[in-house]
Nanobody
Framework: VQLAESGGGSVQAGGSLRLSCEVSISVNINYCMSWFLQETGKKREGVAAIGTGGGSTFYADSVKGRFTISYDNAKNSVYLQMDTLKPEDTAMYYC???????????????????WGQGTQVTVSS
């Protein structure tokens, strides 16, 4: 499995960015696809997740109502639409995949099997 992120960049507070992650996955296997962020010197944290089998979605409290995760089966790609961005959203963002039929509320950010290389998001005030 290979994950390739794109779409990061610099934006002013209140602006929007859309991150994309192209996924090369095995057929007939479902995944819990997710996005994580990591600020310099801090641990990686889950932002949002979506199950390719069941379609469940989950979000960190800090991004609820501002970020939207989606998955396009035809393109094997997962997206993170980020609106109303804040300076505290500044971080490296990673695409991640866990082999699972769906994502679950207490474990969606745990047990990741595969990581992308990351894409930088910078929000200025």
């Amino acid at each position: 499995v290979q994950l390739a992120e794109s779409g990061g960049g610099s934006v002013q507070a209140g602006g929007s960015l859309r991150l994309s992650c192209e996924v090369s996955i095995s057929v007939n296997i479902n995944y819990c696809m997710s996005w994580f962020l990591q600020e310099t010197g801090k641990k990686r944290e889950g932002v949002a997740a979506i199950g390719t089998g069941g379609g469940s979605t989950f979000y960190a409290d800090s991004v609820k109502g501002r970020f939207t995760i989606s998955y396009d089966n035809a393109k094997n790609s997962v997206y993170l639409q980020m609106d109303t961005l804040k300076p505290e959203d500044t971080a490296m963002y990673y695409c991640a995949a866990k082999v699972a039929h769906d994502c679950w509320p207490t474990s969606w950010s745990l047990g990741v099997n595969y990581w992308g290389q990351g894409t930088q998001v910078t929000v200025s005030s």
